[in-house]
């Protein structure tokens, strides 16, 4: 037979003879700890290059696996790193970055931009692609959206971006929360998302002082600015005939008045926004671009009190009701009045 029975106090020598020029020898698996926090350690790598000749950098957030991904021309630091910038300004500046030993994280631009924002840069070993696992895994999800942007043709960067908004959304099958809630404490919006009840947002002791401060001081704003503008509130109902004033720079030619001459009715009103229209035509603007259209009987009534004794009768004879324009005899004039004071010409001029 081919069955060779070993000794027991032969295993270890015969284990030995079996493995001599074995060239590969796999080191026990070592898992690396979950950082303590959102975006303290970043890692970045490239896919590519894509159909258009461009690559794809690669930002995951080891903690929370939320990624993020630029498109870049080429791998140079010039290109990268306003990239990595830009990112860096909208969710913080991470303590450790991990890439691997290739351009442009080997260059000396790349090691100075680590520096001045006081990352630590952690290079893992060349050739060993397994140290950056969670990039290196994601690689194969990238495969998979271009292929399926070519066979249904389409374009990759609008396939990509609705794979991440579902990955982003999605239970990490790892963690078993989704990368953005891990990120922002809240639930992403995603179609699938939509058929479930979403979870209420946990609240925190940061979050309860920082709607606190919020309301405090958006109060004491607006009761400042109320306080500069001299702010009277614009009593409008349904129905109100109004005057518009257009914004400054809509006005066309400055000769013309700066409201309308013709009123508009008001057709709805929630809050500061009032809703107007005239015939077919209607637009929604904020309660200060109106104010209150006085008709011509109104104005006529206010003028004439400034200059009759006695207010004119506003009864009219026609069947219309209109009102009666005053004329000069119904008005009683009001004599100016002159200073009693005895004037006298100045000394210097030794009038006698």
Same mark, same amino acid.
């Given at each position: ?44 790598? $490239? ?62 631009? $790349?090691?100075? $931009? ?23 895994? #994601? ?44 990120? #922002? !404490? ?16 946990? $609240? ?43 914004? !400054?720079?809509?006005?066309?030619? !400055? ?9 508009? !009715? ?39 009190? #400034? ?46």
């Amino acid at each position: 037979n081919d069955k060779i029975v070993i000794p027991e106090s032969l295993y270890d020598r015969v284990i030995d003879i079996a493995h001599d020029g074995y060239q590969v020898q796999h080191e026990p698996c070592q898992t690396s700890e979950l950082p303590s926090g959102p975006w303290q350690l970043i890692a970045l790598d $490239f896919y590519g290059p894509t159909e258009s000749g461009t690559y794809l950098l690669l930002i995951i957030g080891e903690y929370s696996r939320f990624i993020i991904i630029h498109e870049v021309n080429t791998t140079a630091s010039h290109y990268v790193l306003p990239k990595l910038h830009e990112s860096l300004s909208l969710f913080g500046i991470p303590q450790i970055v991990k890439t691997d030993n290739g351009p442009p994280f080997n260059g000396a631009e $790349f090691g100075n $931009f680590c520096n001045y924002y006081g990352i630590k840069h952690r290079a893992i070993t060349s050739y060993w692609s397994r140290a950056n696992a969670e990039a290196e895994r #994601f690689m194969q999800n990238l495969k998979k959206v271009f292929q399926n942007a070519n066979i249904n043709q389409i374009d990759w960067d609008f396939e990509l971006n609705r794979f991440l908004a579902a990955y982003r959304a999605t239970p990490h099958s790892t963690t078993g929360i989704a990368p953005s809630s891990l990120l #922002f !404490k809240h639930e992403s919006c995603s179609r699938l998302i939509q058929l479930y009840e979403k979870r209420p947002f946990q $609240f925190n002791n940061d979050d309860i002082s920082a709607k606190l401060n919020d309301e405090v001081n958006k109060q004491k704003m607006a009761k400042d600015f109320d306080s500069r503008h001299k702010i009277k509130e614009a009593n409008f109902k349904i129905a109100d005939e109004v005057l518009y004033q257009p914004p !400054k720079h809509k006005i066309s030619n !400055k000769k013309n008045p700066r409201r309308h001459t013709e009123p508009d !009715k008001t057709l709805g009103i929630k809050g500061a926004m009032i809703t107007v229209g005239r015939g077919d035509i209607k637009f929604t603007r904020n309660s200060s671009h109106f104010t209150l259209f006085k008709k011509r009987n109104n104005l006529l009534n206010n003028h004439n009190r #400034f200059y009759c004794s006695n207010p004119p009768s506003t009864k009219s004879s026609s069947s219309n009701d209109l009102p009666i324009i005053p004329t000069d005899s119904d008005r009683t004039i009001i004599p100016l009045r002159r200073s009693t004071r005895t004037r006298k010409p100045p000394d210097r001029l030794q009038y006698k």
